[in-house]
Each structure stands twice: as C-alpha cells, then as structure tokens.
C-alpha cells in the first residue's frame, strides 16, 4: 500500500505541482474542448487561448509575490 500511496504522491505532485490553479484551468480546458467537440464545433482554437491565459495569470501572480 505503501508503493501506491508513493505513485499517487508523485503524480499529484507532478499534475499539480505548485500551482493548483493552473492544473484546475487546464483541466477546465479540457472540458471546454470536449463540449464543444461534442457539439459539433471545431474547438481546436480553445486550448491555446486557455493556456495563454493562464500562463499570463501565473506570470502576474508570481510578479505579485502572491
């Protein structure tokens, strides 16, 4: 069980790392994508703006020191 919880540790670490705002956003992406793609829209233009976006969140909340 140990072993598990160790793979489990790393891969949060490693999805999530340090900010859990840009995993949640690009998880949100991914989702934005899907339903649209589902819809019938070609929705290859949305994940490109979302991580755009969010590495510009990142940048201004690390210039913050927040």
Do not use: C, K, T
């Not at 991914?30 to 649209?36: E, I, P, S």
């Amino acid at each position: 069980m140990n072993a598990l919880r160790r793979f489990g540790a790393f891969w949060w670490d490693f999805v999530v790392g340090d900010d859990w705002v840009v995993a949640v956003g690009i998880v949100l992406g991914l989702g934005g994508v899907a339903l649209l793609e589902h819809a019938g829209i070609p929705a290859w233009w949305l994940l490109p703006l979302v991580v755009a976006a969010l590495l510009a969140l990142s940048l201004r909340r690390a210039i913050r020191g927040s």
